[in-house]
């Protein structure tokens, strides 16, 4: 990877967008301690504390703006559940689906209602967390000035983001919404190795550290593997010339949901402990949440279940092994071995099935690992499955990226070495 960045800088145009880039992220990290007017941001830190769950994965996420509860403390992620919802209407709604199969202007047009998902989205979200604050007694002078600034503020900042990182992709070295949230959960590192130095137990602070190698090389040899369907193109006659009659495959990743599965479950699991924790539960309320927890058994298990359910789930939304078929039908190709059409279909739902039901076991075990690590070394363990799968997945994608821009230019990189 370091060679790879090395080889970008020596070309003056890939300088300029790592220039440009890096610009873009300084702004981002200054941005992540500009706090909300109005707001105490002491008393925020101290009231959330050291919490885990979707609270504790939008603050990775965010880079620690949303405990300082500064102007980029949704981060991106309003942008990503409007574009993960806009995906969900794509399939559901046949004029959505149309513009997504017309040409660039029918994309572009489905990414302008994205931005203004965000808008909205962000604004629930800022009214919900200001509303929170109200309850929490954390606002300093609560008022309804105080209330539409703190939620202007926060809107605008995840519109900020938002067109930063488009800028990002744009005239950067792309990828910018990913690179954002690559860098934002790499700035919690120092916070993290301080916590392992504050225990003084360097014999576990060095297994766990290896246990950690182990497990990158293993989510870089998962996200790199896929099943290759092998398809052949029957030949033909158009005028005085024979066309077709090449090999190729169709490559299936082993898990196509990626991290969407874990985001989900984990988003719906603590969703109630989210809304409780700016509240006082008492009660029934207050064990069932207990038991919501993924540091509890019945936590831990029900979030294996949701993840397992939700990588089958968007699988079956993203992947079209129907329309897969019928294309390669009018185009005079298919499968070896398989008849054109349904079978083809079916072949090809099997396939999908058998290896997402690998990629969501492993999923939900690097989801679970650092609980598991916590347990046995009774030790808090500073990173989660989720921001360790997001950073290992970005920095391979940034680096493919980065190497086919070289070779695009001609430039011998580690692929041709």
Known sequence: MFKILANAWKIQDLRKKLIYTLMMLVVIRLGAHIPVPGVDSAAIANFLGDKGGALGLLNAISGGAFKNMTIFAMGIVPYINATIIMQLLTVAIPKLEQLSKESEEGRKKLMQYSRYGTVVLAAIQAFGITYGLKNAGILI??????????????????????????????????????????????????????????????IETGILLLLFILIIAFVVLIQQGERRIPVQYSKKMVGRKMYGGQSTYIPIKVNIAGVISIIFAISLLQFPETIAQFFNPTGIVQ????????????????????????????TAIVFNPIEIANNMKKNGGFVPGIRPGKPTSDYMTTVVNRITLVGAIFYAFIAITPIIFSVIFKMNIGFGGTTLLIVVGVALETVKQLESQMLMRHYKGFLSE
């Open 287 to 314: 064990t069932a949440i207990a038991w919501l927890r993924i540091t509890h058994w019945f936590g831990a298990s029900l979030y294996v279940l949701l993840i397992i359910f939700f990588t089958f789930f968007y």
């Open 141 to 202: 002078n609560p008022n309804i000035l105080s209330y539409v600034i703190a939620i202007l503020s926060l809107t605008a900042g995840t519109a900020f983001i938002m067109w930063i990182g488009e800028q990002i992709t744009e005239k950067g070295i792309g990828n910018g919404i990913s690179i954002i949230i690559f860098v934002n959960i790499l700035s919690g590192i120092p916070q993290g190795i301080s916590v392992f130095v504050q225990y003084g137990r360097w």
